[in-house]
């Protein structure tokens, strides 16, 4: 299914959407390459771009999670001392 409006500018969100379809399975990089006219290697350098910044996101939640246990470990143990 061609666009007759094919996107000129591909914005970071657009590609971030492409990108997580992707990696749900929903659409392959060659579909994704065929229906906007696009090369493969560069749908695939969209993925390549994705995956440092999705670490980042990943780690930095686990450390937020792990900060918020500890914080209510730390009142609990001082509630318990208190009581």
């Known amino acids: 299914m061609r ?4 996107i000129k500018r591909w914005i970071a ?14 659409i392959t990089t060659a579909e994704v390459a065929r229906q906007f006219d696009l090369t493969v290697s560069e749908v695939e350098g969209w993925i390549d771009e994705a995956q440092p910044s999705m670490e980042n996101g990943v780690k930095a939640r686990s450390k937020v999670i792990r900060e918020q246990y500890e914080s209510e470990l730390r009142e609990t143990k001082e509630a318990l001392g208190e009581a």
Do not use: L, Y
């Open 13 to 26: 969100k657009r590609k971030a959407v492409v990108v997580i379809d992707i990696f749900k399975g929903k």
């Open 3 to 6: 666009d007759d409006n094919p």
